[in-house]
């Protein structure tokens, strides 16, 4: 049953977080419990750790660890494994040291990886795996749920608050604002991460070794370069795992929150926003340890501001994708919205590109290509500039519908936390999703305009564009 908002939590967070994905039983006489890491790649603050660590030890009996990463994804790249390698290299010394057996399998060959965890549950009492609404990860697991004969439960890491707090899709962030605020305090313990009390044997673990690796043994390249995946998206330079984010936590703790009102909104000040998307998107750091970091800064007002924006922002994209099975579809968008696109579906678009000229950032407004230019070089950009790289699409696609499908493959292609809830809840913001009406404009109807014109006057976004103006080592795929 639904939480009811604002009274006292009757449940612990186990139990709030999980989700059962079939109607099994537990297997009981089978020889160890199954963690299938899919979303949430780190041990800390981990409820589906936590979760599997408390049930192999409810029936005595050891735990696996089975990271996957799968080549089969259709914007799977040299980008994105390796990004997830690294962090893997940092998941198996870390495991080892906390006694947590640990393994890595990569699916090379275009596939998933779900015939094999199907194989492995033969010899698993109970499965439990991350829940996590894109990316593929709620399609596999319903597909594993679906073909094994013990039970598989998915548990919400993913917010700092319990997505079932919210049993049905909220309309913007000032409807979800109030009911976070309300859930916090309880919502925001520490996660008790332990090793299971009975250690994996090690006949079980040997017979693993054909169809795992050991990330430390090899050097990341060696490991990407076989997978059919696209290798025309090269790595980038912000590392993946646990170290980098804490890196960059708390640099940007200790420098970024000051003046953070104020410089979040200068594009070339690349110190001035967090830059923890892409870990956050692939569960490198939780959010519980970013809130904490943050609340704890100097300077408090500054600290809160970058939590209230965080915190709503994520919250509200994870519920919007969890409650609505449309969020990758432009019909999500408000009634208002379709029907000001429906009236407008006709106007002129004074500037048309296509999306390969997009792509390759030569459309005719140069703070759009400096934004996608740092898209396909870093795997990020600016929020403010992606604001205005998202809405300039609306003006310069054919339709709405091409706008919004070019906007998710830009981004999903290059960007580190692309496929996340947060990244579709972006492209929808673009389009009237969490908004309101404004006065009815030329193909805009009355969705919120936003001018690349105009902007020159807002920001200062000279220094930025100059950074990211074309060079020949700069080539987009």
Known sequence: MPHPLGSPFVRDQLSLRTVPANERGVCGQRPFVLYWMQGTQRLEDNWALRLATVEADRVNKPLLVLHTIDSGSQYASARFHTFMLQGAQELASRA????????????????????????????????VTDLFPTEGVAQRTARVASRVD????????????????????????????????????????????RAPKRPFPASLADGLATSTVDPRRFEIAALVQPCNVDHAVPPVATRGGLT???????????????????????????????????????????????????RAAADAREGEAFVEEMLTWRELSLNFCLRNPGYASLASSPAWAQRSMAAHAGDTRPVTHGLDTLERAQSADPIWNAGQREL?????????????WGKALVEWAPTYEAAFTWMIHLNDRYSLDGRDPASYAGVHWCFGKFDRPFTTRAVWGTIRPMSLT??????????????????????VA
């Open 96 to 127: 080892e040291r906390l006694g947590i057996t640990y393994r890595l399998m990569i699916c090379r060959g275009g596939q998933h990886c779900t015939t094999s965890i199907e194989r492995l549950a033969a010899d698993t009492a109970l499965i």
């Open 454 to 475: 105009r902007a020159r006057l807002k920001y200062d976004l000279g220094d930025y564009v100059a950074r990211w103006q074309p060079t020949p080592a700069a080539q």
């Open 376 to 388: 396909v070089e870093t795997g990020a950009m600016h929020p403010i500039v992606r604001m205005l």
């Open 244 to 294: 980098a984010a804490r890196q960059r936590l708390d640099t940007f703790v200790s420098n970024g929150l000051t003046d953070y009102c104020r410089r979040r909104s200068v594009p070339s000040d690349a110190g001035g926003t967090s830059r923890l998307s892409g870990h956050l998107h692939y569960g490198m750091i939780s959010p519980l340890e970013v809130y904490n970091a943050a």
């Open 150 to 193: 013990c039970r598989v439960l998915a548990v919400d890491s993913v917010g700092l608050v319990p997505a079932a707090c919210f049993d049905r899709e909220e309309y913007s962030a000032r409807t979800i604002r109030p009911k976070l605020h309300r859930l916090l305090a309880t919502a925001a313990e520490a996660v008790e991460d």
